[in-house]
Nanobody, 129 residues
Framework: QVHMVESGGGSVQAGGSLKLSCAVSGYNDNTPKWAVMAWFRQTPGKSREGVAAIDRDGRTTYADSVKGRFTISRDNAKNTLFLEMNTLKPEDTATYYC????????????????????WGQGTQVTVSS
């Protein structure tokens, strides 16, 4: 069973930066290889929102709201997914989740939660003005 654990969340002032990490474990010879990994975020009362995704070829996709400010990357040797967040805004405040998908969906569904099979427990990011 794939297990994902996020870290790196915290409180920061607007304009600041944070780097989230997602450690993935549980792979064995019988584990299907991941096809896409992503970061989502959610605030109370709202749907989970796709932030950024990366596939096995390193191709990335970003939500318009974070383009130019956030960067998704992965260290395959360490099975760790990252989200570097710069120029943070109060509207970036949310619980951030990492996710893994076993099949690469079409482009229009890369940032849709239903495209992913495994999820972390989330890490809180709070940006104050």
């Amino acid at each position: 069973q794939v297990h994902m654990v996020e870290s790196g969340g915290g409180s920061v002032q607007a304009g600041g930066s944070l780097k989230l990490s997602c450690a993935v474990s549980g792979y064995n010879d019988n584990t299907p290889k991941w096809a896409v990994m992503a970061w989502f975020r959610q605030t109370p009362g709202k749907s989970r929102e796709g932030v950024a995704a990366i596939d096995r070829d390193g191709r990335t996709t970003y939500a318009d709201s974070v383009k130019g400010r956030f960067t998704i990357s992965r260290d395959n040797a360490k099975n760790t997914l990252f989200l570097e967040m710069n120029t943070l805004k109060p509207e970036d405040t949310a619980t951030y989740y990492c996710a893994e998908g076993l099949w690469r969906p079409m482009l229009s569904r890369l940032l849709v939660p239903a495209s992913y099979n495994y999820w972390g427990q989330g890490t809180q990011v709070t940006v104050s003005s």
